[in-house]
C-alpha cells in the first residue's frame, strides 16, 4: 500500500515538534510539511541545521516527510526568485523531502512569452541547484488563465527546461475539478503527467470554489476515476490529502476527524489496489 497523510497545516498552530506528535497518535507515519511550518523552521536559523534537526527528530519516532510545499506565495517570473527559495530547497532536502511542491505562478502582467521564458529561467536554475540529488520539484496546476493550469501547461514548461530528473508535476485534484468543463478529466490529466507525476494534492469541491474537502463527502470529484488513473500510470509516491476546509473545528474535534482519514486513505488505496 502507498504512503498516506494528510499534509501538515491540518495542525497549523502547532510547532512542528508538536505536529508530528499529534499525527503518529493517530496513526500516521508520514505527511507533506506545508509552507507555514516551513516558515517556522526558517525563522528557527539555519536552514540545513535546523532541517536534520527535525528530521532526526521524526525519524527517532518512525516518522518521514516524504513530500513537502515549497513558498506558497512564490513569484518565479520575479528577478532573484531562486535565491528566495534555495533556503527553502536546503531546508526540504536535508528534511529528506523527496517531493518539493511549487506554483509556477507570478507574472500575471508580462505577456505570455515573457511569462514563460522567466518561468523556465527559474526553473533551469533551481534543478542545477537540485542536480545530483533525489529531490523532485513538482509543479502543481493551478486556476486563472495566467497560470498553468492543464497538464500540457506544466508538460510544456518541462520539456522547455529539458530537466525529466529534477522535476515532476503535482496533481490538486480540486483545482482540476473546478475547471473541469473547460479544461480536461482527472484521468487525462494523469495520464498526460504519466511517469512525470510525483506529488498530489488530494481534494474535493462541488465546482463552485476551491472548498478544500475530503473525498466521499459534499465533493462530487469521481474518485474511482482519479484512483484508476493512479494504478494506470504506476504512482508510487505520497498520497497526500490537502483539506483545509476540515479545518473549521476545534482540536479535539480535529483529533477524531484524523481517525476517520486515516481510515478513509487506507480504504482508498486498498480499493484501487494501490
Wanted: with cysteine.
Amino acid at each position: 500500500m502507498l504512503q498516506y497523510s494528510v499534509w501538515s497545516s491540518y495542525f497549523v498552530e502547532l510547532q512542528p515538534e508538536e505536529m508530528i506528535r499529534e499525527f503518529l497518535a493517530a496513526g500516521f507515519t508520514a505527511t507533506e510539511f506545508s509552507d507555514e511550518h516551513g516558515f517556522m523552521m526558517l525563522a528557527r536559523g539555519d536552514a540545513e541545521k535546523e532541517g536534520a534537526k527535525l528530521r532526526a527528530y521524526a525519524e527517532g519516532r518512525g516518522f518521514s516527510f516524504p513530500q513537502g510545499h515549497l513558498l506558497l506565495k512564490a513569484d518565479i517570473c520575479a528577478e532573484g526568485a531562486a535565491e528566495i527559495l534555495k533556503p527553502w530547497l536546503d531546508l526540504f532536502m536535508t528534511m529528506g523531502i523527496r517531493s518539493g511542491v511549487l506554483h509556477a505562478a507570478g507574472g500575471g502582467g508580462l505577456a505570455p512569452e515573457e511569462r514563460f521564458e522567466r518561468r523556465v529561467k527559474t526553473l533551469a536554475e533551481l534543478t542545477r541547484y537540485v542536480r545530483g540529488s533525489d529531490f523532485t520539484i513538482c509543479l502543481e496546476n493551478l486556476r486563472g488563465a495566467s497560470n498553468p493550469e492543464t497538464v500540457e501547461d506544466l508538460n510544456a514548461l518541462i520539456d522547455a527546461v529539458g530537466d525529466d530528473t529534477n522535476l515532476g508535476i503535482c496533481l490538486d485534484t480540486g483545482h482540476l475539478h473546478i475547471e473541469r468543463e473547460k479544461r480536461q478529466s482527472q484521468i487525462d490529466f494523469i495520464r498526460g503527467a504519466w511517469k512525470r507525476l510525483k506529488a498530489l494534492h488530494i481534494a474535493d469541491n462541488d465546482t463552485t470554489s476551491d472548498m478544500h474537502l475530503m473525498p466521499y463527502g459534499r465533493g462530487t470529484v469521481d474518485w474511482n476515476e482519479v484512483m484508476a488513473g493512479l494504478r494506470e500510470v504506476g504512482y508510487d509516491r505520497l498520497f497526500n490529502l490537502e483539506i483545509p476546509g476540515e479545518r473549521r473545528c476545534p482540536l479535539p474535534v480535529l483529533r477524531r476527524k484524523l481517525v476517520y482519514l486515516r481510515g478513509l486513505c487506507e480504504y482508498m488505496l486498498a480499493e484501487a489496489g494501490l
